[in-house]
């Protein structure tokens, strides 16, 4: 009678991790091992023989990555849970990933020979990115854009808050029926807007400025004209029409454009609410120095970007195979610190920083709730591999920002004038605005401001 397959891959796991597995396997022939004194532990479900192939191929994140996105690999229970009990293995235990000794891979082979599992590597799922060319020319630029956020706007508009912000709330009140996700974006933007001491008359950039929920809020509540660039030709389209639904044509003007090629300054101030990711380490240089041209003297820059990792603890500053195959290819995060030095070395003066980290805990849970609550319709807006794709998206990026492997910060900067005098008020209070949030004690959606026609995707 065949051994069953599961205590056979739990007993050789566990010898190269050097450690018990903090979640159980289930394998395709029903048996299961693993984590036995927690009935409560995520259940790793191994479907075919197919996954356990990608992950003699490619050993850890992303033979693990690969088999999830095609379905040979499930997870039972909380996902997220899950992933954060294989993070504290990793730290107690001070791995950084998977490396298999020669013997090691000598016992893999042996039993992936028994369990049929030998055999030329297995097709990469259709959901992952294959760029071409130099990283972070204008052209992969487009295409790492496009691979990411031309998915599908019916999509988006399913999944994110009706303003369509993609990007971390600002909660100032706990969640629940009285204040919701919709609340804390709105919040968010406001303080934007108040950071960037927004008036009428002013002249407003947003750089990747997606689905314009910031330039419309800023020309409907602080009477701003304003121009917006993105690289996504979706992101333009629903935006524009956005726009003109709501009369502010004459007011705000979104462009299909590199960052780059933006040369009409100057502009009384700039946002850049998590674009700098996709910058890259080589061009960032370039694009502080951008940033800083086009704004005039004394104006203010508000950036809002992820960071991970201390200074030479960290060598996935794309977030890992998955994230940078999968989800956000070319893509790098940085130490809050190096970042800052970056933006200063192009001449601008930093002004303030605000951590929204566990704000983000809060705001990528109900994306991950609507995607998991409502799974038949997220499958039909885009198929089942690029929702596999975004539970395990959401699902790590919310126990990383639980965790604070990664965070968030909103960086306040003022470029100086030629005297080197700021233009900032004194006060902190007075540079940060009144919060009109302090006063609400419940959402207050205005008619007419959220709404727009998504066509649906073919």
């Given at each position: 009678?065949?051994r069953p ?13 050097g ?18 004194d927690?009935p409560a532990?995520p259940?790793?479900v191994?479907?075919h023989?197919r ?8 050993p850890?994140?992303l ?9 040979e ?9 899950g992933l ?12 950084s ?22 055999g030329p590597p297995?097709?990469?799922p259709?959901?992952?990115a ?5 990283m972070h ?8 854009i ?14 994110l808050?009706?303003?369509m ?7 100032t009140q706990e969640p ?11 919040d968010?933007?406001?303080l934007?807007?108040r950071?960037?001491?927004l ?5 407003l950039?947003d ?10 809020h800023?020309?409907q509540?602080y009477?701003?004209t304003?121009?917006?660039?993105t ?12 726009v ?5 044509a004459d007011?705000?003007?979104i ?21 700098g ?7 960032y240089?370039t ?10 003297p ?9 960071s ?19 989800v ?7 130490p ?7 933006l200063?070395?192009?001449?601008l ?30 499958i ?9 794709v975004?539970?395990?998206y959401l699902?790590?990026a919310?126990?990383a ?10 960086m306040l ?8 005098t700021?233009?900032l008020?004194?006060s902190?209070a007075?540079v940060?605005g ?5 006063d609400?004690?419940?959402?207050d959606?205005?008619?007419?401001e ?7 995707t073919r």
């Open positions: 009678m065949p397959v599961a205590p056979q891959l739990v007993d050789l796991l566990e010898r190269v991790i450690a018990a597995l903090p979640i159980r396997i289930r394998a395709w022939d029903g048996s299961e091992a693993g984590a036995a927690d532990a259940v790793a191994l479907r023989r996954g356990l192939r990608r992950l003699l191929w490619a850890g994140e033979g693990l990555a690969r088999a999830f996105v095609a379905g690999l499930d997870v039972e229970g909380d996902l997220a849970d954060s009990r294989f993070w504290a293995l990793a730290r107690a235990h001070g791995l990933g998977v490396t298999l000794s020669a013997s090691d891979r000598i016992a893999a082979a042996a039993l992936a020979a028994r369990l049929g599992a030998v297995p097709r990469p259709a959901a992952e294959r760029l071409r060319g130099t020319t204008r052209r992969r630029d487009r295409a790492a496009a691979h990411h956020y031309d998915l599908s706007n019916e999509f988006y508009a399913f999944l808050d009706p303003r912000t993609y990007s971390c709330g600002y909660w629940g029926p009285g204040y919701r996700l919709v609340d804390a974006q709105r968010k933007l406001d934007v807007c950071k960037l001491g008036a009428p008359g002013m002249r950039l750089v990747g400025c997606g689905w314009a929920s910031l330039l419309v800023a020309a509540h009477g701003v304003a121009v917006g660039v690289l996504s030709a979706r992101q333009r389209d629903l935006g524009a029409a956005r003109a639904e709501l009369g502010l007011r705000i003007e462009r299909l454009q590199d960052y780059r090629g933006v040369d009409d300054p100057p502009f009384d101030a700039i946002a850049s609410i998590e674009m990711e996709h910058v890259g380490d080589v061009n240089p694009y502080a120095a951008q940033l800083h041209r086009l704004l005039r004394h104006g203010r820059l508000l950036l809002q970007q992820m991970r990792g201390a200074a030479g603890r960290d060598d996935n500053p794309g977030g890992g195979a998955f994230m940078e195959r999968y956000a290819p070319d893509m790098s995060m940085r809050l610190g190096s970042t800052l030095n970056l200063e070395a192009a001449g003066e930093l002004a303030d920083v605000h951590s929204l980290r566990e704000h983000y805990v809060t705001t990528v849970r109900p994306w991950l709730d609507t995607l998991q609550d409502r799974k038949a319709e997220a039909r807006l885009v198929g089942e591999e690029q929702y596999r975004w539970l395990l699902a790590g919310s126990s920002f639980a965790e604070n492997r990664m965070g968030v910060h909103q900067f003022v470029r100086p004038g030629a005297d080197g700021s233009g008020p004194r902190r007075a940060l009144p919060d009109p949030a302090l609400r004690l419940a959402a959606v205005r008619p007419g959220l709404t727009a026609t998504v066509a649906p």
